[in-house]
T-cell receptor, first 114, second 112 residues
């Protein structure tokens, strides 16, 4: 019940295209859903996060879509750029910040071709 | 403003040895969480420290222990190292009342 399942494992997109990564969770107590971006040799960096009281959140080229009834959420990267090539992790927690323990998905390696 | 810092960056140990990893949180942050990231996997929560106490713990054996100091910095100790402990160990800091956990660059541990 603590799992977060992420797909696809890897993704290749042409420059300017849309990258879509999906996640599903089981624990209905989760109330915080962040997406992290990780480059090789670096720690994960927060991209965008959402709470279940909204169905969509957009920040620049990054959008989270959230479906509470299906227990699914996804990351859309619009106008994908080669600099977006990285590993992306979805996560979920009950509580956030200094009270939440993040449960991460397995990661998606994104390659954006020029 | 310095971000989360961790030391050392890399470490090589042999089975059975003990290791101590260190983390300094972002300025103003009072909570430190530790995660283990195996190669090709997502980070897994080890434990979280707040006000010098372990507040939450993941599914890790007692060989994994930690400490938080009055200046909010933290240590992760692993005893009786196993080959399977080889991983990137990440520290994340956060501030009371705020959502985001900020990650450091990690310490890569190799156990031979």
């Amino acid at each position: 019940q603590q799992q977060v399942k992420q797909s696809p494992q890897s993704l290749i997109v042409q420059k300017g295209g849309i990258s879509i990564i999906n996640c599903a969770y089981e624990n209905t107590a989760f109330d915080y859903f962040p997406w992290y971006q990780q480059f090789p040799g670096k720690g994960p960096a927060l991209l965008i996060a959402i709470r279940p009281d909204v169905s969509e959140k957009k920040e620049g080229r990054f959008t989270i879509s959230f479906n509470k009834s299906a227990k699914q959420f996804s990351l859309h990267i619009m106008d994908s750029q080669p600099g977006d090539s990285a590993t992306y992790f979805c996560a979920a927690s009950k509580g956030s910040g200094n009270t939440g323990k993040l449960i991460f998905g397995q990661g998606t390696t994104l390659q954006v071709k020029p | 403003d310095a971000g989360v810092t961790q030391s050392p960056t890399h470490l090589i140990k042999t089975r059975g040895q003990q290791v101590t990893l260190r983390c300094s949180p972002k300025s103003g942050h009072d909570t430190v969480s530790w995660y283990q990231q195996a190669l090709g996997q997502g980070p897994q929560f080890i434990f979280q420290y707040y006000e010098e106490e372990e507040r939450q713990r993941g599914n890790f054996p007692d060989r994994f222990s930690g400490h938080q100091f009055p200046n909010y910095s933290s240590e992760l100790n692993v005893n009786a190292l196993l080959l399977g402990d080889s991983a990137l160990y990440l520290c994340a800091s956060s501030r009371s009342g705020q959502e985001t956990q900020y990650f450091g660059p990690g310490t890569r541990l190799l156990v031979l």
